[in-house]
């Protein structure tokens, strides 16, 4: 390939390598010489430093200090001379301490000329520190020298030990190393890049055969490395892939599906209005009626009006309530109405309903059980859930017969609570059930007629539990009938 990540690899390593190793040898060819020096003066200083506090302290005569001494100069290969003010030598350090103790005074005498023959690296009051070369011997050497603040006067030195041999030989080395190390270091970064692109090239071969829906190929890479990562997520966009296409299909027969339902849709709407048209055929009628009986003035005695008036107002509020129950069904059914799902305390929603209720519920004689004192919190539409309950509640009253027993229990069922109303009374019957929650159904329409019912309750409470995806239910008791509906506790 022309862009192998195999051969960029292998350049990139070399490069940095060669790189690093030519950065090597310019550093130390340029500062490994100045380095070399700066330690031999630190040396002298320190040796420095303790000679002129065992001076100035009495104890340069001491074993102590002779053994302290002793160590520093083997350590870093300082000769040392200490004289008095009568050029009596104090203490040595060297093979030959007199040419030691001339070299001392030719500092002294010399530089009080301006003709050291040196080079100065540093200067004070106290000390000279210079660079110089042996005649004789054509050493170079690093020299320091002064006064102690006794007034004996001193000399240090250490041989430079052919600073730009060390540094030449070292480069040579370096570069020995540095070519032999490219060569071998090459060789392993190419087997070592094709470990690493052969991988890659599987997860390539797998994209392709990918693109052609082939969804067979999987990455079988045991590593735990990132490439593997990446391999093990391909092969779960495989899957996923398969299983979006197996739902686009899915999806697409779907459609074609609802395009049937379309016209099966159009036949509801109709059959909507149909059933709407006849719920409110009743009360227009009777409204007109009572309204022309008034205008021709059949009875003319105030309590007949009153009566008359009363029918009025009684049917104008039902269709009022039945057409803003099947506004409400309509929004539902079409999903115009925005479901908030929140975390709140069924049990607390429903103590409350229950004591704005009391009133009703005294003046029918009923007894309610609700005796729940936990909370039990759920999610949900909390607005919803409570006109849910308040449908429940409300077709109790109007059914509760016999003891006039209201019991509402919540029970808890894994994930999920379940909320029960039961009303004593008569059942519902069995060939009843499936269509209560049908709009306009009525089991017993004179019944529901005396109390107003519109026969949409139920279907509102249908279309709520299916807006949160949960599920609504009647049973039949011995003594009466439970309405159930259930909500999310997770």
């Known amino acids: 390939m022309k862009y192998s990540i195999k051969r960029q690899f292998a350049i990139i390593f070399i490069g940095l390598m060669t790189a690093t190793i030519l950065l090597c040898w310019f550093v130390n060819n340029t500062f490994l010489g100045k380095y070399y020096l700066n330690n031999k003066m630190n040396a002298l200083k320190n040796a420095y430093t303790v000679i002129n506090k065992a001076a100035s302290a009495g104890n340069i005569l001491t074993e102590e200090f002779g053994i302290q001494i002793q160590k520093i100069a083997e350590k870093y290969n300082i000769s040392l001379v200490v004289l008095d003010a009568d050029s009596q030598t104090r203490i040595t350090f060297s093979s030959d301490p007199d040419t030691m103790s001339r070299?001392?005074?030719?500092?002294?005498?010399?530089?009080?000329?301006?003709?050291?023959?040196?080079?100065?690296?540093?200067?004070?009051?106290?000390?000279?520190?210079?660079r110089m070369t042996d005649s004789r011997t054509m050493t170079e050497y690093v020299e320091m020298w002064g006064v102690l603040d006794n007034g004996n006067i001193f000399l240090l030195r250490s041989a430079l030990e052919g600073i730009q041999d060390s540094v030449s030989i070292a480069n040579r080395f370096l570069a020995y190393v540095g070519i032999g190390a490219a060569v071998v270091s090459g060789f392993v970064i190419l087997m070592v890049s094709r470990k690493?692109?052969?991988?890659?090239?599987?997860?390539?071969?797998?994209?392709?055969?990918?693109?052609?829906?082939?969804?067979?190929?999987?990455?079988?890479?045991?590593?735990?490395?990132?490439?593997?990562?990446?391999?093990?997520?391909?092969?779960?966009?495989?899957?996923?892939?398969?299983?979006?296409?197996?739902?686009?299909?899915?999806?697409?027969?779907?459609?074609?599906k609802d395009i049937e339902k379309k016209n099966e849709i159009d036949e509801m709407r109709k059959d909507f209005l149909s059933n709407v048209s006849h719920e409110l055929k009743t009360p227009i009628a009777l409204i007109q009626g009572y309204a022309e009986g008034l205008k021709e003035g059949i009875n003319d005695d105030a309590e007949s009006r009153e009566f008359y008036c009363d029918v009025i107002i009684d049917e104008a509020g039902k269709m009022n309530t039945m057409v803003k129950k099947l506004l409400t069904l309509n929004q539902l059914e079409f999903g115009n109405d925005v479901v908030s799902m929140e975390r709140f305390d069924i049990a607390a929603l429903i103590r409350n309903y229950i004591q704005s209720a009391e009133i009703l519920t005294r003046q029918k004689e009923i007894s309610v059980f609700f005796n729940v004192t936990e909370a039990f919190f759920v999610?949900?539409?909390?607005?919803?859930?409570?006109?849910?309950?308040?449908?429940?509640?409300?077709?109790?009253?109007?059914?509760?017969?016999?003891?006039?027993?209201?019991?509402?229990?919540?029970?808890?069922?894994?994930d999920k609570v379940r909320v029960s109303v039961f009303n004593t009374g008569e059942q519902i019957p069995?060939?009843?059930?499936?269509?209560?929650?049908?709009?306009?159904?009525?089991?017993?329409?004179?019944?529901?007629?005396?109390?107003?019912?519109?026969?949409?309750?139920?279907?509102?409470?249908?279309?709520?539990?299916?807006?949160?995806?949960?599920?609504?239910?009647?049973?039949?008791?011995?003594?009466?009938?439970e309405f159930w509906f259930e909500l999310a506790s997770q």
Request: aromatic content about 10%; some cysteine; charged content about 25%.
């Open 196 to 256: 690493v692109t052969e991988p890659i090239l599987e997860l390539a071969d797998i994209s392709e055969r990918m693109i052609h829906l082939d969804f067979d190929a999987k990455y079988t890479g045991k590593s735990k490395t990132e490439i593997a990562l990446l391999g093990n997520n391909i092969n779960e966009l495989s899957n996923a892939l398969e299983t979006t296409i197996s739902e686009l299909k899915t999806a697409n027969n779907e459609l074609q």
């Open 379 to 414: 999610w949900g539409d909390e607005f919803k859930t409570e006109e849910v309950f308040a449908n429940y509640f409300s077709n109790a009253m109007n059914h509760v017969s016999g003891a006039k027993i209201i019991d509402i229990r919540l029970k808890r069922m894994k």
């Open 103 to 130: 070299r001392l005074w030719d500092n002294f005498f010399y530089s009080s000329n301006g003709n050291t023959g040196s080079t100065i690296l540093e200067e004070n009051s106290l000390y000279s520190i210079q």
């Open 430 to 481: 069995q060939e009843s059930l499936p269509h209560l929650w049908e709009k306009f159904y009525k089991v017993d329409k004179a019944r529901t007629r005396a109390y107003g019912g519109s026969g949409v309750g139920l279907s509102i409470v249908k279309a709520i539990m299916e807006s949160m995806n949960q599920e609504c239910g009647v049973m039949n008791y011995d003594n009466g009938v």
